[in-house]
């Protein structure tokens, strides 16, 4: 029943590399966004990569660009974030999300999306 299944967290040791997956229903058809977050406790939640579904656009927040990847499934029923040479800042819990109707294309912004995955928990080891 639930519009966003993620999947793929996991520890691993500095250095490696993990797939998260977002699977979404494919009777969700109202958004064309859909992006990655993750959040520390304490802290704000922090907008990684966005992509468009129909259109493959795709769009990344600074402090992962070159490291991280989102992509999607050719049925636009799966995306990916391929995440490459972690370290344990990246240490948080990874959200998928998708965002609302309206303008702010490209948006990273919590604010702007309105249904959440469950989270999955990464965890980088020194």
């Known amino acids: 029943q639930a519009q966003l299944v993620e999947s793929g967290g996991g520890s691993v040791q500095a250095g490696g590399s993990l797939r998260l997956s977002c699977r979404v229903r494919?009777?969700?058809?109202?958004?064309?966004?859909v992006a990655w977050f993750r959040q520390v406790s304490g802290k704000e939640r922090e907008g990684l990569a966005t992509i468009n579904r129909l259109f493959g656009a795709t769009y990344y927040a600074d402090s992962v660009q070159g490291r991280f990847t989102i992509s999607r499934d050719n049925a636009k029923t799966t995306v990916f974030l391929d995440m490459n040479n972690l370290n344990p800042e990246d240490t948080a819990m990874y959200y998928c999300?998708?965002?609302?109707?309206?303008?702010?294309?490209?948006?990273?912004?919590?604010?702007?999306?309105?249904?959440w995955g469950q989270g999955t928990q990464v965890t980088v080891s020194s």
């Open positions: 494919p009777s969700t058809t109202s958004s064309q966004w």
């Open positions: 999300a998708l965002k609302k109707l309206g303008p702010s294309s490209r948006s990273l912004s919590a604010t702007d999306f309105d249904v």
